[in-house]
């Protein structure tokens, strides 16, 4: 099956900066990318997704960019704000039109330091 | 315009009791995943449902867990006779009508289970 690794589990910025987390999987068929943002307590929320067909997807300051070749895929976030502190998971899955189950890599920790 | 609902959102139950928890998907969803959330852990697949059907169960125990969609209702999750290591926390989430274009999961608030 499926195996979704994620890097780092922690990150640490100032306001303002970057933050990049990385993530790779293991089975070549998988062609859908999607990152949630899980704040403490509360439900996973979509911020942004992408299908094996495109290579980058942007929307405001964040940005997502995807490999096949190599097999990863990594989520770009700009600007970044306190409100921003989270925890970010990226996932994967092969959409067949009979469903979509999703395999979660394990979580990046993001706090964004004033 | 009511998203994804699940309740209760906590349950307590003592060793060997049963769990039950609740899903309504967003109106219009025939999808429905269940996922576990353990303790400072990434969420994992359990069961994918569709109205009256399960579809993919690979992620769920053998024993002691089930999951239905019935025709009319909520998705339900149970857990017979709970023990500790069951205590997480239990998303469910909703698509609309399968197909390439319609994969989008959207999660409800979850369900936190402590077992005692």
């Known amino acids: 099956g499926e195996n979704v690794e994620q890097h780092p589990s922690t990150l640490s910025v100032q306001e303002g900066d970057s933050a990049v987390i990385k993530c790779t999987y293991s089975?070549?068929?998988?062609?859908?990318f999607p990152w949630y943002k899980q704040e403490l307590g509360k439900r996973p929320q979509l911020i942004i997704d992408?299908?094996?067909?495109?290579g980058e997807k942007k929307d405001q300051r964040i940005a997502v960019t995807l490999n096949k070749t190599a097999k990863h895929f990594s989520l770009h976030i700009t600007e970044t704000q306190p409100e921003d502190s989270a925890v970010y998971f990226c996932?994967?899955?092969?959409?067949?039109?009979?469903?979509?189950?999703?395999?979660f890599g394990t979580g990046t920790q993001l706090k964004v330091e004033l | 315009n009511a998203g994804v609902m699940q309740n209760p959102r906590h349950l307590v139950r003592r060793r060997g009791q049963e769990a039950r928890l609740r899903c309504s998907p967003v109106?219009?969803?025939?999808?429905v995943y269940w996922y576990r959330q353990l303790p400072e852990e990434g969420l994992k697949f359990m069961v994918y449902?569709?109205?009256?059907?399960?579809?993919?169960e690979s992620g769920m125990p053998k024993e002691r867990f089930s999951a239905e969609f019935p025709k009319e209702g909520p998705s339900i999750l149970r857990i017979q006779q709970v023990v500790r290591g069951d205590s997480a926390a239990y998303f469910c989430?909703?698509?609309?009508?399968?197909?390439?274009?319609?994969?989008?999961?959207?999660f409800g608030p979850g369900t936190r289970l402590t077992v005692l």
């Open positions: 989430a909703s698509s609309p009508i399968g197909g390439l274009t319609t994969d989008t999961q959207y």
């Open positions: 089975d070549s068929a998988s062609n859908y």
């Open positions: 992408i299908r094996s067909n495109v």
């Open positions: 996932a994967a899955s092969k959409l067949t039109g009979g469903g979509n189950k999703l395999t």
């Open positions: 109106k219009g969803h025939s999808h």
């Open positions: 449902l569709q109205k009256e059907n399960i579809i993919d």
